[in-house]
């Protein structure tokens, strides 16, 4: 398995989604990232390494072994209690916590507006 699948898988298993969603959230074939873990290809199209940053909100150096994540990045973990929910709830929830920091900010931002009438 190659280095840059591995570091692809442990960003997703870190944020709590699958390769397979990811590939579907920014329209990559999920058969691309086959042939990388299978070893079929060494790398990854600039086109499809940059949606996968841009996805994760990381650097395209981070992919490509030139940089480090960042701390907050790498080590964020946030631990939400679902108790209480029902399965719709937790389901919303998890698809939440699976977005970019950014995008997550972004939505928080948007729901305050809806609750304040503006």
Same mark, same amino acid.
């Given at each position: 398995?190659?280095?840059?699948?591995?570091?692809?898988?442990?960003?997703?298993?870190?944020?709590?989604?699958?390769?397979?969603? !990811?590939?579907?959230?920014? &329209?990559?074939?999920?058969?691309?990232?086959?042939?990388?873990?299978?070893?079929?290809?060494?790398?990854?199209?600039?086109?499809?390494?940059?949606?996968?940053? &841009?996805? =994760?909100?990381?650097? !395209?150096?981070? =992919?490509? &072994?030139?940089?480090?994540?960042?701390?907050?990045?790498?080590?964020?973990?946030?631990?939400?209690?679902?108790? &209480?929910?029902?399965?719709?709830?937790?389901?919303?929830?998890?698809?939440?916590?699976?977005?970019?920091?950014?995008?997550?900010?972004?939505?928080?931002? =948007?729901?305050?507006?809806?609750?304040?009438?503006?």
């Amino acid at each position: 398995m190659g280095e840059l699948h591995n570091k692809i898988a442990e960003i997703c298993r870190a944020r709590g989604i699958s390769v397979f969603k !990811m590939c579907k959230d920014i &329209g990559m074939q999920p058969s691309v990232m086959t042939d990388l873990k299978m070893g079929r290809t060494k790398s990854l199209s600039a086109k499809n390494l940059q949606k996968i940053a &841009g996805y =994760f909100n990381l650097p !395209m150096e981070f =992919f490509l &072994g030139e940089k480090e994540a960042p701390a907050a990045e790498s080590d964020e973990r946030t631990v939400i209690d679902l108790s &209480g929910l029902d399965e719709e709830q937790i389901a919303i929830a998890q698809e939440f916590m699976a977005l970019p920091p950014q995008k997550r900010a972004a939505l928080v931002e =948007f729901a305050k507006t809806l609750e304040s009438g503006e």
